[in-house]
């Protein structure tokens, strides 16, 4: 699956409502009318929202006849806390780097005065 | 990579209703060496990466009101990136960043040292984003390329600086 699902569940959750909805998903199970109850939409509308959702792999709903509720399925957000681990080691990676410039720094922190910057190219 | 476990970790927050990343990470540093590090060109050149890249500074004028632009290079590749000082002071930078091969887009960065005391420096530093799109297209896709073959090269650096 990888980048084709991850560019859906990162659109379903670029909408703010759909955000929302997520995060009362994760407290439980909810109806699409339950789920519809805060907002000043129709049900019709949150419908659409659980399809986008759904589309996307987060949420699922059950076969149940009567109810129907929208189930979170939290191994999508695993994906995304991977993708999230790959950009915090870049990170790390950088800040390494920067470990290493500043051990070599050492003492000599006085030569240049925040505001008084030399311009200059680095060669 | 058990070689950098006992580093100081990044940490990384995306904020769920703001499109903002937080990154936290601390130094065996002085704020001012921080600061140094983030405005001498010279020295920000050497760290700042892409890793497997090199950075060559094109325009840089690291105080209040100034500018900078910078190119990451491989193999003839080019990836140009510029923005503007909007604020250097001694514990705290605010800047605009824009990637060249996306004009239109800027993130908004504010990057604060916070003295911990004994030579110690906690960062933080803000990204504030477009739009949630942006933010997690940054997230997923990394801007930086090439993180597979650095780690090797980065040990080696870190080694022979320490």
Redesign the interface.
């Known amino acids: 699956m990888a980048e084709d699902q ?1 560019s859906r569940v ?2 379903a ?2 909408d ?1 409502t759909r ?1 929302d909805m997520v ?1 009362r998903l994760a407290a439980g199970d909810a109806t699409v009318g339950e789920l519809a109850d805060p907002y000043d939409v129709s049900v019709q509308a949150v419908s659409k929202h659980v399809k986008v959702l759904a589309d996307a792999g987060l949420v699922s709903q059950t076969k149940d006849a009567q109810r129907r509720p929208c189930h979170l399925e939290a191994e999508v957000f695993d994906l995304m806390t991977k ?2 681990e ?20 050492g003492g000599d ?4 005065k ?4 030399e ?5 | 990579m058990n070689a950098t476990s006992s580093r100081h970790q990044v940490s990384i927050e995306a904020d769920p209703s703001l499109p903002i990343i937080r990154i936290t990470r601390d130094f065996d540093a002085t704020p001012a060496q921080l600061l140094r590090a983030h405005t001498e060109p010279e020295l920000f050149a050497r760290w700042v990466g892409p890793s497997g890249m090199t950075t060559k500074i094109l325009d840089w004028d690291a105080t209040t009101g100034g500018r900078w632009r910078y190119v990451a290079e491989r193999d003839g590749q080019e990836f140009g990136f510029h923005g503007c000082f909007h604020e250097v002071g001694a514990d705290r930078i605010v800047q605009t960043f824009t990637f060249d091969g996306q004009p239109e887009g800027v993130a908004l960065e504010t990057l604060r040292f916070e003295d911990l005391g004994d030579g110690r420096t906690r960062l933080h530093a803000q990204s504030l984003v477009d739009s949630f799109e942006d933010r997690d297209q940054w997230l997923a896709s990394g801007m930086e390329t090439g993180i597979d073959e650095g780690y090797t090269k980065l040990d080696a650096l870190i080694a022979e600086l320490r």
Not at chain 1, 109 to 112: K, P, Q, T, V
Not at chain 1, 114 to 117: E, K
Not at chain 1, 119 to 123: K, L, N, T, V
């Open positions: 991850l990162f659109a959750l670029a703010p955000r995060a993708w999230i790959r950009y915090r080691r870049q990170a790390q990676e950088r800040y390494e780097r920067l470990d290493a410039v500043l051990a070599e720094m922190e006085a030569r240049s925040p505001g008084h910057l311009q200059g190219a680095a060669s």
